[in-house]
């Protein structure tokens, strides 16, 4: 409907939109604006009378904004809401999932980070976590009195790991953005050149000793989860052994990550010293009993 507005000289289109799925705001936007142009008028401004759905904006702000990597969960206060009421992130989702849900969009998120390194280091904190509650509900059990110090002792030091692993997915991370950031340095003369091209051999550095110290925390797990099963409640052996897979994946993708770093490296005596590290850490986690089998 048209509407003259002959105190402001403007002419108003005033529609009623009762399907903003299928038709979008910003393609009604668009339309009204390409009608005007074509008799040589310009749209200034808009307004909403009533209520809008959330959905609405951000439709209107991915197609205006051409964001290639937005989904709802990206929305702060979308996040904080979910977090503090315990709503589910998604529909049907349940509270665990929901807590889950905003890590796996992250990872999801067409963006180099959270990458491999991360996933890796978030699978050995969740090992600690799996081993920490076997430890505390072992020693609650009466036939598991004689273990109740090396139980008390164990959960300690699986909270303390899983606080470095948990730690380890931002770090990766943000080893891996401060590489890109070095690419992204001026190169037009050659000393411009010989900066970037060193920034980058440090960044790449850091980038593989990361998940290298977070493949050591997490065979370190393992070997913890191994030493727990002779002491934990034999109802709960299907939870260490879950968790004991899980610091191995931890430890074997945090070296894959090492090694896609190392072969960016130009320095022979810093990648033999790193590659053998690497190996070291392999060994131990291969050579254990409890990877046998299963």
């Known amino acids: 409907m048209g509407v003259d507005l002959k105190v402001r000289g403007l002419a108003q289109v005033s529609i009623n939109l009762t399907d903003f799925e299928q038709t979008p705001l910003h393609r009604v936007f668009e339309m009204v604006k390409s009608e005007a142009e074509f008799y040589g008028c310009a749209v200034v401004g808009s307004e909403i009378v009533g209520l809008i759905p959330r959905k609405a904006l951000e439709l209107t702000a991915e197609f205006y904004l051409q964001l290639e990597n937005f989904t709802p969960a990206l929305v702060l206060e979308k996040r904080l809401a979910a977090a503090l009421e315990g709503a589910p992130?998604?529909?049907?989702?349940?509270?665990?999932?929901?807590?889950?849900?905003?890590?796996?969009?992250?990872?999801?998120?067409?963006?180099?980070?959270?990458?491999?390194?991360?996933?890796?280091?978030?699978?050995?904190?969740?090992?600690?976590?799996?081993?920490?509650?076997?430890?505390?509900?072992?020693?609650?059990?009466?036939?598991?009195?004689?273990?109740?110090?090396?139980?008390?002792?164990?959960?300690e030091n699986m909270s303390q790991a899983g606080r470095k692993l948990a730690a380890a997915v931002d770090r990766d991370a943000q080893s891996y953005e401060a590489v890109m950031s070095a690419f992204q340095l001026p190169r037009q003369t050659a000393e411009e050149q010989a900066r970037?091209?060193?920034?980058?051999?440090?960044?790449?550095?850091?980038?593989?000793?990361?998940?290298?110290?977070?493949?050591?925390?997490?065979?370190?797990l393992f070997e913890k989860l191994v030493q727990l099963e002779t002491m934990a409640?034999?109802?709960?052996?299907?939870?260490?052994?879950?968790?004991?897979?899980?610091?191995?994946?931890?430890?074997?993708?945090?070296?894959?990550?090492?090694?896609?770093?190392?072969?960016?490296?130009?320095?022979?005596?810093?990648?033999?010293?790193?590659?053998?590290?690497?190996?070291?850490?392999?060994a131990r986690l291969a050579a254990n009993p409890a990877m046998i089998g299963r």
Do not use: C
């Not at 509270?95 to 050995?124: E, H, N, R, Y």
């Not at 970037?196 to 370190?220: F, G, K, M, Y």
């Not at 968790?243 to 320095?267: C, F, K």
């Open 196 to 220: 970037r091209n060193a920034a980058i051999e440090s960044a790449t550095r850091h980038a593989a000793e990361v998940p290298l110290d977070t493949a050591l925390a997490a065979v370190e």
């Open 233 to 282: 409640a034999p109802s709960m052996l299907s939870d260490l052994h879950v968790g004991r897979w899980m610091a191995a994946a931890a430890a074997r993708g945090a070296l894959e990550n090492v090694a896609i770093n190392l072969a960016s490296l130009h320095d022979a005596s810093y990648i033999s010293e790193m590659k053998s590290r690497a190996t070291a850490i392999e």
């Open 89 to 155: 992130a998604q529909a049907g989702q349940g509270k665990l999932a929901a807590l889950a849900q905003p890590f796996l969009d992250a990872v999801s998120a067409p963006t180099a980070t959270p990458g491999g390194g991360s996933v890796a280091a978030l699978a050995g904190a969740l090992a600690a976590s799996l081993g920490e509650m076997v430890a505390g509900l072992s020693r609650k059990k009466k036939s598991q009195s004689a273990f109740v110090e090396e139980l008390t002792a164990a959960i």
